[in-house]
């Protein structure tokens, strides 16, 4: 049940990410009814550096139906960190 309550409150994910100075990657699925893209995109576009993927065919949970291309997408943001930001190895 606390999992269903801190679900329900609200979350001003928007508010926090004006203030994030990397780059945020919001994923979600084409499908996925959970996530709608107005929301995922707004959120991608609150963050200074923010960009939203779409993986075609994919619903909710994409890091666990999807995984290889939700890897892929980290990888390639782990690529384009940039000078004085710290990669890990993997």
């Known amino acids: 049940m606390r999992q269903l309550w801190a679900a329900l409150s609200p979350d001003r994910i928007d508010a926090r990410l004006r203030t994030v100075p990397v780059p945020v990657t919001v994923v979600r699925g084409t499908r996925d009814r959970l996530c709608p893209h107005d929301w995922a995109a707004a959120v991608a576009a609150a963050a200074p550096q923010g960009r ?11 890091p666990m139906t999807d995984p290889g291309q939700v890897a892929a ?6 690529g384009r960190a940039g000078p004085g930001r710290r ?4």
């Open 52 to 62: 939203l993927v779409e993986i075609p065919g994919a619903a909710h949970l994409t």
């Open 73 to 78: 997408l980290v990888h390639a943001a782990a």
């Open 87 to 90: 990669r890990t190895a993997t």
